[in-house]
């Protein structure tokens, strides 16, 4: 693998991690649903705005309907998930739940796509998992919401092997751009059957819904996007085990969060786990010499 796609994964996950702090932060000033349909409406709203703009024109029904449905799973589906999980469970619990994405991307894709993985790279995912579960030192509590949090990966999933398969319908900023304000459109619509909390708007809640927006949304996905575009989904998915880690260590650096050996222990595991997943090929199509 090349280093340039790496570096843009690495970038990619160190938005998703972070991005659970600051919305950690945000929540303090509006309720989840909310804050999450802001994010993705101005987020997507600026920029589909722009990617309308040089395009000249609006795209096909066919090229619509495949972004809202991608922007069901991806952004609605996911981002309510994990928000209605953490109603029972921690936010570390959630979060080790969301990001076992690539274990049902590997399976989802050897039943749907017909690729076939070698041991090593079902070992590296584990390996990740595991590593994942020492990071955050969980202690997973078997109710409805560890269900929700683990139907999140799985949606997580399915949104990975959509775009995969839909990836010459759209570039990657119509992708996001459109998946982004049909998802948050879809959460506002929840957050206003659900919610009954004004927000508190001031300068410190309005930067923090802005960071969420550009960097935290529009880069982020436009990032994910181009690499699962242009990359064998597993390959790419499991370097969605850096995501809580990044969460945690940017917990402890601007939460003061405490981070123990176990976390150091668990994130040399999960490198281990990503090295052994993405090392020298290692997937082929059924049927393939």
Known sequence: MRWLPVVLLITATFLMGSSFVIGKMGLAYAPPLMLTAYRFLIGGGLLL?????????WPS?????????????????????????????????????TFTNPIFVLVLS?????????????????????????VLSAELSFNYGMWIGLLSGILWSFATLLVKRWAGHFTVWLLSGLQMTFGGLLLWGL????????????????????????????VQFGLWYMLLS????SRASSFLFLAPVFGVLTGAWWLHEPLGVGKLVGGLMV??????????????????E
């Open 49 to 57: 705005a722009v990617v309308l703009w040089k395009m000249k024109r």
């Open 271 to 288: 490198f281990a786990g990503i090295f052994l997943a993405n090392f020298k090929g290692g997937v082929e199509r059924a049927g393939a």
């Open 191 to 218: 957050s206003i059957l659900s919610e009954h909390e004004p927000g508190q708007w001031n300068a410190v809640s309005i930067s923090i819904l802005l960071w969420l927006a550009i960097p935290g949304s529009i």
């Open 61 to 97: 029904f066919a090229t619509v309907w495949r972004a809202a449905v991608i922007g069901a799973f991806q952004t609605t589906g996911v981002m309510a998930c994990i928000f209605i999980s953490m109603k029972t469970i921690s936010a570390g619990e959630s979060s080790i739940l």
């Open 230 to 233: 242009r990359m064998e989904p």
């Open 110 to 134: 050897s039943l749907l796509l017909k690729e076939r993985y070698r041991l090593r790279q079902w070992f590296g995912v584990l390996l990740g998992l595991l590593g994942v579960s020492f």
